[in-house]
C-alpha cells in the first residue's frame, strides 16, 4: 500500500511590528517525515492504498489533488497554503470566502451575491476552483462539509492545471471511505443570527478491502441584512475498494442544493460606502434569489505498476443547473434622496465530463534522482445560458430612480426577452510532461511544459434569428494550441531550508472562464497570457514549525477586465502585480499554535494611455497589506483559548479607482473545551470590537457590509 503521510495601507510601524509574528502555511504537524520519498512507492502491508497528499512533510498526491507528485513542501518551489479540516473547524469557517480571509495574497471579492469569487495576486476570478485536483469551475458557493483539507497555490501554473489560474487556484480535498475504521462524527452549530448547520460524517468498514462513507449537511442561512435568508443541504457518499494490495477504487456521488437570498450589498456615495444603511436591502426579496442543483459523479483508480512507477485516472460527470436573478443599485443621490437600480435574470444549465491521467515515476539515471510525471487529460463541457434585463413599468426601461425609503418601496417591475440566449460546447486536451531532479544534495531542478488544446463554439440564438446582414451569423468559434512552461531551481544548504527561484506560465481563452463573453470582435483575439516570477525561502525551524516567504512579479497581457462604467461589459488591458509575502504555520512552544500571514501587494494596469500620457489605475479589490494571524493556546488537557487578527488596507471597489473600502482591524477569538474524549464544545466570536467594515464589492455600487460582533456556538459528538 501508499501510506498516508498525515498533516494537513497599514502603518509601516505597525508592519514591522506585525512581521515579528508572521508567517507561512504548510502544515503543522508536518515537519518530520522520511525525506526518501521514493522509498513510499515500495512501503506495502494492510490493506488501503491511501493518497499521497499535502499532509505532513509532503504536498502533492497520488491520484490528481493539486501538484501530483510526492514532494517535500520544503522542495516546492511556489508559495501556497494549506487549510486543514481541523483549522476549518477550529476557526468556524463555512465557506470559501472565510478561508480567504486568513490567506496572504488573497482577497474575496463579492461575487454578485450568488458565488465564490477571489482575488489572488491581483487576478479576479470566478472559475479558479478545483476540487481533487479537478477543474470546478461553475458559479455557486462551494460547501466545506466533505473536506480534508484546502490548498489554495499562488501564482500561474498551467502546467498542472491548464487554462486559467492566473494569480493561483484553489483545490479542495474531499474525504473519501477509508477501511481503517468504522466511526460517526455529528456536528452542529448556531450563531447570533440564528444561521444554523448540522454535518454527519459516517464512516463503515464493510471487510478489511471494502468501506462506504457518508458526508452530509445542511444549513439554514440567515445573517445582519434585512430580508437575507436561504437554505442549502448537500449529501455525498463515497465508495473504497482495495482491489489488491496495490490497487485501489474510489468512487463518489455529490449532490448539492443552494437556494438563498441575493444581497449585492450598498451604493456608494462621494467616493465611499454609503452611511447609515447598514441592515438596508437594496433589491427585492421576491426577485432577489439564486437556485443552484448540482450532481457530481467520479470515479478514481489507483495502481502501483512497480516500486518506482504508480498510476491514476480519475473520471468526472457534473450536472448544474443555476438560476440567478436580481435587483441591485446602481447609483444614490442624497440630495434628492432618490436610489437607482437595474436588475436581471440569469440562467445557466452545464453538463462537464473530465477525464484525468496522471504516472509518476521515482528514479534514478547515473547520479540524479528523478520523479517524473506524465499526464493527459480530456476535458468536454456543455454550457446553455440566458439572460433577460429587468423592464419597469415607470421607465419603461432596465434602470430605474426612485424615492429611496427604508424599506425600499419598488416599482412595479418585470422582464424582457431574451437579451442573451447562448449555448456553448467546449473540448479542450492536454498532454503535459514534468521532472524534478535531484542534481546533488544541495540542488533539485524542476522543469516541464504542457500542451493544451483548446476549442469552442458558440450558438448564438438571438444572433442566427436576426440574421447575417451585421455580419454575425449567430456561429462563432475559435480553437487555441498553447504551450506552458514552469521551470524551478531550489538549493538546499540541508534537509530543513530550501531558497527556491522559478518561473511559470498561464492562459486563459478570449470565451472567459465562464464562456460567456466570445463575440465577432474577440474570437480573432489570441488567448490573455499570465506570467509568474518568484524567488522565496523555506524553513522548517522546527519539527512543528515552518516559516516560507517569496517575492514575486505577475504580468497579465490581452487581459480582460469588468468595465466600471458598464459592468456588463469588458475592457482589454494589461495588469502587473508585484508583491511580498510571508507565512508562518506551527507550534511556537507545545502549547500555542499559530498560523500567520503578511502580504504587499502593487497591482497595476499597464499601458493604459489617456490623452497622451501614462492614465495606469491601481486594481481593484487588491488590499495593498493584508495581515491575518490566528493564535491558539492549549490552556490544560480540556480547555483552550484562541485569537486572530485580520487587518486589510483600503481598496478600491473597481477599476474606475473612484470608490474606496476603507482599511479595517477585525478580531475574532474562541474558546474551546473537551466535556470528554468524544464530546467537545466551542464559542467563536467574530468581530470582537464590532468593528465597521466593508470586505468585498463587486463595483462601486456593490459593497458588501461585514457583519458585526457575532458568535458561534458549536457541539462536535465522535463513536
Not at 412595479?412 to 510532461?433: M, N, P, Y
Not at 533539485?444 to 454575425?472: H, K, M, P, W
Not at 523555506?538 to 516567504?549: C, G, I, P, Q, R
Request: charged letters at 20%.
Amino acid at each position: 500500500m501508499i501510506k498516508s503521510l498525515s498533516c494537513t495601507r497599514m502603518p509601516k510601524t505597525a508592519i514591522s511590528a506585525a512581521l515579528a509574528i508572521a508567517f507561512s502555511s504548510i502544515s503543522t504537524t508536518s515537519l518530520a517525515a522520511n525525506t526518501n520519498v521514493a522509498k513510499l512507492a515500495s512501503v506495502a502491508a494492510a490493506a488501503d492504498i491511501e493518497r499521497i497528499t499535502v499532509r505532513g512533510a509532503y504536498f502533492g498526491q497520488q491520484n490528481a489533488d493539486a501538484l501530483k507528485t510526492p514532494t517535500l513542501l520544503v522542495d516546492v518551489p511556489q508559495s501556497l497554503s494549506v487549510i486543514s479540516s481541523e483549522q476549518i473547524q477550529e476557526q468556524g469557517f463555512v465557506s470559501i470566502a472565510d478561508i480567504l480571509q486568513y490567506t496572504p495574497g488573497a482577497s474575496i471579492g463579492q461575487g454578485e451575491g450568488h458565488r465564490d469569487q477571489m482575488t489572488i495576486r491581483g487576478q479576479n476570478t470566478t472559475a479558479d476552483f478545483f476540487i481533487d485536483g479537478l477543474r470546478d469551475d461553475v458559479q455557486y458557493f462551494r460547501p466545506l462539509y466533505n473536506l480534508d483539507r484546502v490548498e489554495i497555490l499562488r501564482g500561474s501554473n498551467a502546467l498542472l492545471f491548464g487554462r486559467g489560474g492566473g494569480g493561483g487556484i484553489v483545490n479542495r480535498v474531499t474525504k473519501t471511505a477509508s477501511t481503517n475504521d468504522t466511526f460517526t462524527a455529528l456536528n452542529a452549530n448556531i450563531d447570533t443570527f440564528a444561521n444554523t448547520l448540522v454535518a454527519v460524517d459516517h464512516n463503515n468498514v464493510l471487510s478489511g478491502s471494502e468501506a462506504i462513507r457518508l458526508n452530509a449537511y445542511y444549513e439554514h442561512l440567515d445573517n445582519h441584512r434585512d430580508e437575507y435568508d436561504g437554505d442549502r443541504f448537500a449529501i455525498n457518499p463515497t465508495y473504497t475498494n482495495n482491489i489488491s494490495d496495490v490497487t485501489q477504487l474510489v468512487l463518489s456521488y455529490e449532490y448539492i442544493d443552494d437556494d438563498r437570498v441575493v444581497d449585492r450589498g450598498v451604493p456608494s456615495l462621494n467616493g465611499k460606502p454609503l452611511e447609515g444603511v447598514e441592515d438596508t436591502f437594496f433589491g427585492s426579496p421576491e426577485l432577489n434569489f439564486t437556485t443552484l442543483q448540482a450532481h457530481v459523479f467520479r470515479g478514481r483508480l489507483d495502481h502501483q505498476l512497480s516500486e518506482t512507477w504508480s498510476i491514476n485516472t480519475t473520471v468526472q460527470y457534473a450536472d448544474f443547473d443555476k438560476l440567478y436573478q436580481n435587483l441591485y443599485p446602481i447609483g444614490f443621490d442624497d440630495t434628492a434622496n432618490t436610489v437607482s437600480l437595474d436588475g436581471y435574470k440569469d440562467a445557466t444549465e452545464r453538463e462537464n465530463l473530465i477525464i484525468q491521467f496522471n504516472a509518476v515515476g521515482q528514479f534514478d539515471t547515473g547520479s540524479l534522482e528523478h520523479t517524473l510525471l506524465i499526464g493527459a487529460e480530456y476535458g468536454k463541457q456543455d454550457t446553455d445560458n440566458s439572460r433577460r434585463d429587468t423592464l419597469f413599468t415607470d421607465s419603461n426601461d432596465d434602470q430605474i430612480t426612485f424615492t429611496f425609503s427604508d424599506p425600499l418601496i419598488i416599482p412595479a417591475v418585470g422582464f424582457t426577452d431574451f437579451v442573451r440566449d447562448r449555448t456553448s460546447e467546449v473540448s479542450f486536451s492536454s498532454i503535459f510532461l514534468q521532472d524534478e531532479v535531484k542534481i546533488t544534495e544541495q540542488f533539485i531542478l524542476v522543469a516541464g511544459l504542457r500542451y493544451d488544446q483548446f476549442d469552442i463554439d458558440v450558438t448564438d440564438r438571438i444572433e442566427i434569428a436576426n440574421g447575417s446582414t451585421d455580419g454575425n451569423n449567430g456561429l462563432l468559434g475559435r480553437k487555441d494550441t498553447e504551450t506552458s512552461p514552469r521551470v524551478g531551481a531550489i538549493y538546499k544548504p540541508n534537509d530543513d531550508i530550501s531558497f527556491y527561484v522559478s518561473l511559470s506560465r498561464s492562459f486563459l481563452p478570449r470565451s472567459g472562464d465562464q464562456f460567456l463573453s466570445l463575440s465577432l470582435s474577440t474570437q480573432a483575439l489570441e488567448p490573455e497570457e499570465f506570467e509568474n516570477r518568484e524567488v522565496g525561502l523555506k524553513w522548517n525551524v522546527t519539527d512543528k514549525l515552518s516559516f516560507t516567504t517569496a517575492l514575486f512579479e505577475v504580468t497579465r497581457e490581452n487581459g480582460t477586465v469588468t468595465d466600471p462604467f458598464n459592468p456588463e461589459n469588458s475592457l482589454i488591458t494589461g495588469t502587473e502585480t508585484k508583491g511580498f509575502e510571508m507565512q508562518l504555520v506551527g507550534y511556537l512552544t507545545d502549547s500555542w499554535q499559530i498560523n500567520a500571514g503578511y502580504s504587499n501587494l502593487d497591482a497595476d494596469e499597464t499601458g493604459r494611455v489617456v490623452q497622451g500620457a501614462l492614465g495606469n489605475r491601481a486594481l481593484s479589490q487588491v488590499p495593498e497589506n493584508m495581515l491575518t494571524v490566528w493564535n491558539r493556546y492549549q490552556v490544560n488537557s480540556q480547555w483552550a483559548v484562541a485569537l486572530g487578527v485580520i487587518y486589510q488596507s483600503e481598496q478600491f471597489a473597481s477599476l474606475s479607482n473612484n470608490v474606496e473600502l476603507p482599511d479595517f482591524t477585525r478580531v475574532d477569538a474562541a474558546v474551546y473545551y473537551d466535556v470528554s474524549e468524544d464530546l467537545q464544545v466551542q464559542l467563536n466570536v467574530e468581530n470582537l470590537f464590532d468593528e465597521d467594515y466593508f470586505p468585498s464589492a463587486h463595483n462601486d455600487n456593490n459593497i458588501t457590509i461585514g457583519e458585526p460582533l457575532n458568535a458561534r456556538l458549536s457541539m462536535s459528538y465522535q463513536f
